[in-house]
């Protein structure tokens, strides 16, 4: 089984509508993110928690809200999509080995948005 | 402001050898990650830098410069399962990752 899970996978909405991606992760880490990815741009920081009570904004968060439920799951809310929010979503989780943190990856999440 | 340049994309001969370089300007750093993405998949790490020279692993080796602002990955004896993008990404002053848009690197027989 898939340590980060991500749902739904796909889905089509459209503009005005509210909804809710989720992610679930087994790997037992307090911290979670939420990134978009656009064609030609980088991974954009929505939002990051560090543990249940902890939530934060990161780059983009304008347009999006979240909720950290537990330690395994992190979900992500646009209130009222639009479309430029139309982008694959990646939750991601991270632990710290020494110096290293690293972040490991769900399996996206594709939003249209008409 | 913080940046990453990285090519865009790249294409190199199966069993050949390929370096991808990457650029940042990040305000303060703590070290530089290679993260590959195969084409719909969840990127996944490769490597992690913080001290300046070379880490090799496998056909895969880091290098980083701090002084210069500059990483590059090394491929060797290049797979066709090696066709992916490859993500440069900084972790700057506040522990955040930086993230380049990523380099697709295209494998031909």
């Known amino acids: 089984d898939a340590d980060v899970t991500q749902t739904p996978r796909n889905r089509i909405t459209k503009t005005g509508k509210r909804i809710m991606l989720e992610c679930s992760q087994t790997?037992?880490?307090?911290?979670m993110y939420w990134y978009r990815q656009d064609p030609g741009l980088g991974l954009r920081l929505i939002y990051y928690?560090?543990?249940?009570?902890?939530?934060n904004k990161g780059e983009i968060s304008d347009g999006y809200s979240v909720s950290r439920q537990a330690q395994a799951k992190f979900s992500l809310s646009l209130e009222s999509a639009i479309p430029n929010q139309t982008a694959l979503y990646f939750c991601?989780?991270?632990?710290?080995?020494?110096?290293?943190?690293?972040?490991?990856f769900g399996p996206g999440t594709r939003l249209l948005v008409l | 402001g913080q940046n990453i340049d990285q090519p865009t994309e790249m294409t190199a001969t199966e069993g050949a050898i390929v370096q991808i370089n990457c650029t940042y300007q990040?305000?303060?750093?703590?070290?530089l990650f290679w993260y590959q993405q195969h084409a719909g998949e969840a990127p996944t790490f490769l490597s992690y830098?913080?001290l300046d020279g070379l880490e090799e692993k496998g056909r895969f080796s880091s290098f980083l410069s701090r002084s210069k602002g500059y990483s590059y990955l090394l491929l060797k004896e290049l797979q066709m399962k090696d066709s992916a993008s490859y993500l440069c990404?900084?972790?700057?002053?506040?522990?955040?990752?930086?993230w380049g848009a990523g380099t697709k690197l295209i494998i031909k027989p």
């Open positions: 991601a989780t991270s632990d710290q080995t020494g110096d290293v943190e690293t972040q490991y």
């Open positions: 790997k037992g880490h307090d911290r």
């Open positions: 928690s560090f543990d249940v009570k902890d939530i």
């Open positions: 990040t305000s303060g750093f703590n070290g």
């Open positions: 830098n913080v």
């Open positions: 990404a900084a972790l700057d002053s506040n522990y955040q990752l930086i």
